[in-house]
């Protein structure tokens, strides 16, 4: 091999040698550049989901979130009554037991009354003037307030409402609650000792809706305000209708 070969090959190695070198500091960095990117990324996408979230609620990002297990539907009074009592020792214990009345209202009228008048804070009671329009105890919740629950809850109206805050219901299906036990989902927007406000997701809507619940003498949170609560929904879906004529 003459000189010229020589020094040309040496050359092209030389070449050879460096690019492989530049290559081996240059990986890495990309590399860590594509994570970082990817991290980024994530970063935006959750504090994205929780502006959703925060906006869908209304309650805002630090509010604290409550879950509330539902066994059974109770089958009577005394059954709401110490289940009731077991779990109303929160705001969102209350809530709960105020969104079970409002389902049993739409299943057993009679029934319903006597659990949402239990459960309403004692400043919507009035003493009944006659035994048959007492709910219990002798008390029925007053006109303006009864309104309200009528005025969605009736039969021909949107009795589904209710159950439209347990989670796993949807409006494709009917609103048809799932297999039990069951959960109510909440977001305490504000709470001290003796009231707070609450925001419960429905699934006929599309922003949560608030409650405001106070403590009563004896530990037990009972709905205060609950106007938006019982205000329409979206329909649930039909079911198809096989047209055989």
């Not at 050359?11 to 460096?18: D, I, K, N, V």
């Not at 110490?82 to 969102?92: F, H, L």
Request: glycine share 6%; net charge negative; aromatic share 8%.
């Amino acid at each position: 091999m003459n000189t010229n070969s020589t020094f040309f090959a040496v050359s092209r190695l030389t070449r050879t040698l460096s690019l492989c070198f530049a290559l081996a500091l240059t990986l890495p960095l990309l590399f860590l550049g594509c994570e970082t990117t990817r991290a980024s990324s994530s970063a935006r996408e959750g504090s994205a989901e929780a502006e959703t979230s925060a906006v869908r609620s209304g309650a805002g990002p630090d509010a604290r979130v409550a879950t509330v297990t539902v066994p059974q539907i109770p089958s009577s009074v005394e059954a709401f009554r110490a289940w009731r009592d077991e779990v109303a020792t929160t705001p969102e214990g209350g809530a709960a037991t105020w969104i079970v009345a409002l389902y049993l209202y739409t299943q057993d009228e009679e029934l319903g009354n006597a659990c949402l008048t239990m459960q309403a804070d004692r400043s919507h009671l009035v003493e009944a003037a006659r035994d048959d329009e007492a709910h219990y105890r002798g008390h029925r919740i007053h006109g303006s307030s009864r309104d309200a629950l009528e005025s969605t809850l009736r039969p021909s109206r949107q009795p589904f409402v209710p159950a439209s805050y347990f989670e796993g219901t949807s409006w494709q299906t009917g609103y048809a609650l799932p297999q039990p036990p069951r959960t109510i989902t909440f977001r305490i927007q504000r709470e001290d000792d003796e009231s707070a406000r609450l925001f419960v997701f429905s699934s006929g809507a599309d922003r949560d809706r608030p409650i405001s619940m106070k403590r009563n003498n004896r530990g037990i949170w009972k709905a205060y305000e609950w106007s938006t609560i019982v205000t329409g929904i979206r329909e649930p879906q039909q079911p198809e209708i096989d047209d055989d004529f």
